[in-house]
Each structure stands twice: as structure tokens, then as C-alpha cells.
């Protein structure tokens, strides 16, 4: 099946300070890439898609200055948490979408546990 | 407004038995429909996915059923084993593509040996 990694696995950082997350396709390439943020014991909520070569496309009430979103490449996309804060604790976790038969499939990363002190 | 609903949050079945878990949508645009099962600190994993040309597709022991007209899905796990034991998520789309998908908010099923 199509594999998507994610880096780092967990994070500990100090409030102010800026974190970059990284979601990769392993086996496949993928125009579009999605961003989420789950709380605990609460759905997947999207952030961002994001799309390679062009400016990904935020949610509302997610801001876009806050959450950098950069898809270098059709395997790469970063996710910047700048200036984080404590309530930007959480589990953030990418997808790929892979196209087949006419279908779209998102595989998930394996997620990034952010702890901001 | 939620256009995906899990109902339930919480279903426990012993093992051996079969194991259901309903899903709603409210979105006549939705035509791809989609199971994932999630552990904790750990990402969704793609379990089964359904397009809405069928109403029914099989994958071992993971069956997903599509009524359209009821607006209504159900993944059906037979026999439940207790490694199935995870948060199972429906999500919906459509088959252009353009949309991301929407998530309902999960159903935690527990096996019991």
C-alpha cells in the first residue's frame, strides 16, 4: 500500500519558537497533501490543503501566517508552526491523496505529537 | 453542520461476532465514501472505501454497504477480533477529486476476548 512518513514523530518545544513538520510520499506522488490537527478524543479536523506549486488553501479560522504550508515537491510537504504558543499542542498529522482507477485514496502519516512549554 | 455522522460513539462486541458501525451524510454531492480505523497517537490507516455506482464492497472480513437513497453507510467487520479494537472514522468525498474528505467523528469499538 502507499506509505506516507512523517517527521519528526513527537516535538517539545519552547513557547515563541517555530517547529517544521514534514510529510513525505514514499512510493508515490502526490499533487495534494492535507493537513489536520486532532484534539484529543475529537476528529480529525482539516487545516490546510496543500497543493505542489501553488499556495495551499486554508480553512476557516486556521491562520495561514500562523501554519506555513510549503509543497516543494510532489513527495514533500512542510508544515511551519510559527511562534508557537501551548495551545498549539497537538497532534498533527498529513495525507496524501493518491489517484487510481478514477478514484481518490488519502494515506495518512503516522502523526506528530507537538508539546509546546 | 455536520455533513458526516457517527452516531454512536462507542460500540463494544466479543469477539467472534460481528461488529457494525453505522455512518450518515447529508450532502447529496458526496459519491466516495471511505473507512479508516485509527490507533491512538497514531495516524488513520485506510481500511475500505465504497464509490456510490455500488452498494456494497468486500474486503476480507471488512464489508462496506452504501444506501444512497438513506443517505446511509456501514462497515461491517466479521469475525471482530480484538486487534480491532480502534477509533473506526467514515469519511466522504467526491470522485473529482477537488473536494478533501469529510470526517465524521469516529466511532470507538472495543473486542472483547
Known amino acids: 500500500g502507499a506509505v506516507v512518513s512523517q517527521h519528526p514523530s513527537w516535538v517539545i518545544c519552547k513557547s515563541g519558537t517555530s517547529v517544521k513538520i514534514e510529510c513525505r510520499s514514499l512510493d508515490f506522488q502526490a499533487t495534494t497533501m492535507f493537513w489536520y490537527r486532532q484534539f484529543p478524543k475529537q476528529s480529525l479536523m482539516l487545516m490546510a490543503t496543500s497543493n505542489e506549486g501553488s499556495k495551499a488553501t486554508y480553512e476557516q479560522g486556521v491562520e495561514k501566517d500562523k501554519f506555513l504550508i510549503n509543497h516543494a515537491s510532489l513527495t514533500l510537504s512542510t508544515l511551519t508552526v510559527t511562534s508557537a504558543h501551548p495551545e498549539d499542542s497537538s497532534f498533527y498529522i498529513c495525507?496524501?491523496?493518491?489517484?487510481?482507477?478514477?478514484?481518490?485514496?488519502?494515506?495518512f502519516g503516522p502523526g506528530t505529537r507537538l508539546t509546546v512549554l | 453542520d455536520q455533513q458526516v455522522k457517527q452516531n454512536s460513539p462507542s460500540l463494544s462486541v466479543q469477539e467472534g461476532r460481528i461488529s457494525i458501525l453505522n455512518c450518515d451524510y447529508t450532502n447529496s454531492m458526496f459519491d466516495y465514501f471511505l473507512w479508516y480505523k485509527k490507533y491512538p497517537a497514531e495516524g488513520p490507516t485506510f481500511l475500505i472505501s465504497?464509490?456510490?455506482?455500488?452498494d456494497k464492497n468486500e474486503d476480507g472480513r471488512f464489508t462496506v454497504f452504501l444506501n444512497k437513497s438513506a443517505k446511509h453507510l456501514s462497515l461491517h467487520i466479521v469475525p471482530s477480533q480484538p486487534g480491532d479494537s480502534a477509533v473506526y472514522f467514515c469519511?466522504?468525498?467526491?470522485?473529482?477529486?477537488?473536494?478533501?474528505?469529510?470526517f465524521g467523528k469516529g466511532t470507538r469499538l472495543s473486542v472483547i476476548a
Open positions: 495525507s496524501a491523496r493518491l489517484r487510481q482507477g478514477g478514484t481518490d485514496t488519502q494515506y
Open positions: 469519511a466522504a468525498s467526491d470522485l473529482s477529486g477537488n473536494t478533501p474528505l469529510v
Open positions: 465504497i464509490s456510490s455506482i455500488k
